[in-house]
């Protein structure tokens, strides 16, 4: 429920299925599968994930940048692109759309999972740059949160992980998903992504 959730968007369904592999071995959530560009627009507005994985090359058309200026127009989440093309031109079209990263393949579950994380890190610093102070906050809502509350929210901001957010603060994983239960409730939301657009939308 409080992992991050990603959309893989990615027509080659064996490719797919080792992406999904990768991410459900760690703290990640995979929310769905396009294999095409209709599929992916509607699940990108349907489940509302923090993260997209795009493949920019989709049953021979790049329809990868259409699906990335939707996302743009629509949506604040991050999305990175997964590709088999590094050729300037394509770079170069790719940065048109502020992706958060450009991961080119075959790529190892490592290089995945650090391009992830910097680009959740980079997305919460420089998309949706918010100055987080827990009394201006716990006066814009009903049920103000406690100081645990408030250094897991900050966490989620920043795109760590809940396994990440239990080493640095010496709890379980359990102890997290409790305090991000009790944010959800408190600020009427039920994903990451819905959290982090409305601390935008309060504090901006």
Same mark, same amino acid.
């Given at each position: 429920?409080?992992? *991050?959730?990603?959309?893989?968007?990615?027509?080659?369904?064996?490719?797919?299925?080792?992406?999904?592999?990768?991410?459900?071995?760690?703290?990640? @959530?995979?929310?769905?599968?396009?294999?095409?560009?209709?599929?992916?627009?509607?699940? *990108?507005?349907? !489940?509302?994930?923090?993260?997209v994985l795009?493949?920019?090359?989709? $049953?021979?058309?790049?329809?990868?940048?259409?699906?990335?200026? #939707?996302?743009?127009?629509?949506?604040?989440? =991050?999305?990175?692109?997964?590709?088999?093309?590094?050729?300037?031109?394509?770079?170069?079209?790719?940065?048109?759309?502020?992706?958060?990263?450009?991961?080119?393949?075959?790529?190892?579950?490592?290089?995945?999972?650090?391009?992830?994380?910097?680009?959740?890190? &980079?997305?919460?610093?420089?998309?949706? =740059?918010? $100055?987080? &102070?827990? %009394?201006?906050?716990?006066?814009?809502?009903?049920?103000?949160?406690?100081?645990?509350?408030?250094?897991?929210?900050?966490?989620?901001?920043?795109?760590?992980?809940? @396994?990440?957010?239990? %080493?640095? @603060?010496?709890?379980?994983?359990?102890?997290?998903?409790? #305090?991000?239960?009790?944010?959800y409730e408190?600020?009427?939301? #039920? !994903?990451?992504?819905?959290?982090?657009?409305?601390?935008?939308?309060?504090?901006?």
């Open positions: 429920m409080s992992a *991050i959730r990603v959309l893989i968007v990615e027509d080659d369904p064996i490719i797919a299925e080792d992406i999904r592999d990768m991410l459900t071995n760690v703290d990640y @959530q995979v929310v769905g599968v396009a294999y095409e560009k209709a599929e992916a627009l509607e699940l *990108i507005d349907t !489940t509302k994930p923090d993260l795009l493949d920019i090359n989709i $049953e021979g058309h790049y329809e990868g940048f259409d699906i990335a200026e #939707h996302i743009n127009k629509t949506q604040k989440i =991050p999305f990175l692109y997964l590709t088999s093309y590094s050729g300037k031109e394509i770079v170069d079209r790719a940065k048109q759309t502020l992706p958060m990263g450009y991961i080119v393949k075959p790529f190892n579950e490592r290089e995945l999972y650090s391009s992830i994380e910097i680009a959740l890190h &980079n997305f919460s610093k420089f998309i949706l =740059p918010l $100055e987080l &102070n827990r %009394d201006i906050l716990n006066n814009l809502i009903v049920n103000p949160l406690t100081l645990k509350e408030f250094d897991v929210l900050k966490g989620l901001y920043e795109g760590k992980t809940n @396994q990440q957010l239990a %080493d640095e @603060q010496f709890v379980s994983v359990n102890t997290i998903k409790t #305090h991000i239960k009790n944010i408190k600020l009427d939301t #039920h !994903t990451r992504s819905e959290t982090m657009s409305l601390l935008n939308e309060l504090l901006h």
